[in-house]
């Protein structure tokens, strides 16, 4: 049998270009908009372009969800989805949005601060694209599972080496798209600068008393199920802790090292001097570098026969007794930030009061899902709100 | 006149259609099926890259 190399070579880039079609059409879905549906407790939804412009019609823009009390009080801003790698951190911040209602004063929550960093994964890491949580009835909410850092087709390009604004610390290349890294950002830096920007506009106009961040890290890394705060906030960071042993739940009271430049809690700290400002962290074994498999239901699930042995060793720096499944990490969360506004009560005398919310308990009951409200019977396509780069050429009405 | 970055990026894309076109070519040339199974490893990542030309 003689082969026809002609035809053999047509049949090999049709070939390639229907792989590279289909692979960029399974990509561009990151592109969406997660599905959020507010529930009782929030009053308003802007958007961050509100407060920094320059993001308006590009992948950095994302929701900011207010949600006022009936008495007055205090300004709380919960930062979820700086990483969006950390599920437990915009996990949380998603039920705060789509389950609880405040009482006194106002709770201000990003879940999604980082959007660009939603619209692709990190390389190399085969994390999953969307994570899914099932309901009592049975449906399911789906979310993206993103990266650590922006979407280089919004931050490109990346210098060799990242020189923090304003205090020239150096960072490898990469970390310019690292959101925590751009702190307190400016209007006319890299992208990551500008959403920054956007963030610390929003605590000048809406007068922010207390910021959290909530992140998560890897279970070898000695910085998990803490919480650190601005130098300022040190006694208030303590008195949460304290509140939250009263639950049973250990967490490790830190200042933020004064040396390690653009991270929000003491960026914004250093600049508002009214505002408390913390960082959290809970254990993510999907970040962590010696796990294995890496599927959609290890972020959820959290089990892994690698870190249960690493565990056996010694080498964890937290409890790893049953892994480290989302709704304890996101329980965890639910329970800090009760805890905050009791510290934050004590320190200061500002009131901020949660009417509904879940306890570590009850996430531990009843998962994640339940927390979330049920999605419509036929999802309507949400399409694409902004194209990254020259793409926006073509879109922009 | 539009910002450095943009033109580099363009010059990027000018670069990456011309070695698509040097590898279908050789492709359609090849007389080694193995050498056009593998082409499709190097034409699929570049031809994403055209697609998501920024
Ligand atoms: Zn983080």
Redo the contacts between chains.
Sequence with gaps: MTINHRKTGWAAVAVSLLFSVLLTLNYVQMWKDDLIIPGPGVTEVKWLSDYEPSLRGTLGDTRVFVMEGKEPGATFLVLGGTHADEPAGWGAALILVEHCTVARGRVIVLPQCSNTGFTHNYPQEAHPQFISFPRPDGTKRTFRHGSRTGNSAEHWPDPEVFIQYPHKQKYSGEECRNPNRAYPGRPDGTFAERVAYGIQQLNRKEKVDMQIDLHEGQPEYPFINALSGHPRAQDLVSLAALEMQMYDLDIGAEVSPPSFRGLSNLEMGDMFPDLMAMTSETVNPTQGKIRGITDEFLPVDGIDAFYDRAAQLGYLFAPWEGGSPLKKRIGRNMQELQALCVALKEVTGKEIEFGRIPSYEDLMTNGVGYYFNPPPAEPADPGFRALPGVWRLFTQR | MPPL??I??AMYTVLTAFILYLV?RN???????WE??L??FV??PF??RL????
């Design positions: 970055y943009i580099v990026m279908i492709t359609l040339r090849s007389q080694n099926i056009q199974i082409a499709i034409i699929v031809a994403m697609f998501f030309i920024k």
